[in-house]
């Protein structure tokens, strides 16, 4: 199993409020596709004080990489992810990504 973590650093209250825009999106993505499942999102709390750079985040879970590619193939994630760099300070620099397979 993949589980895909995105962490975002929002330009602003108008980033927070497109990134939020773009959840409902990715949330229909991985409904719809075979092998993804667990689709969460949220605000960062930071509670341990190592990533207060990155405001909100996502996690979905994927049972492999072939479920996790179709995810990233996908028109509406690919559009959706355009409004997430959009969104961020520093466009990509502004997103951290993770994939942890376990």
Do not use: Q, W
């Amino acid at each position: 199993m993949l589980i895909h973590i995105v962490l975002m650093d929002p330009d602003g209250p108008e980033g927070l409020d497109r990134i939020e825009a773009a959840m409902p999106i990715l949330a229909e993505v991985c409904a719809e596709l075979p092998g993804a499942s667990g689709f969460a999102h949220g605000p960062n709390r930071d509670f341990e004080g190592k990533s207060a750079r990155y405001a909100y985040g996502f996690e979905v879970r994927f049972t492999d990489r072939e479920a996790h590619l179709a995810y990233e193939r996908h028109p509406d994630h690919i559009r959706a992810g355009g409004m997430l760099v959009a969104a961020c300070k520093g466009g990509h620099a502004g997103i951290f990504v993770a994939d942890l397979e376990v």
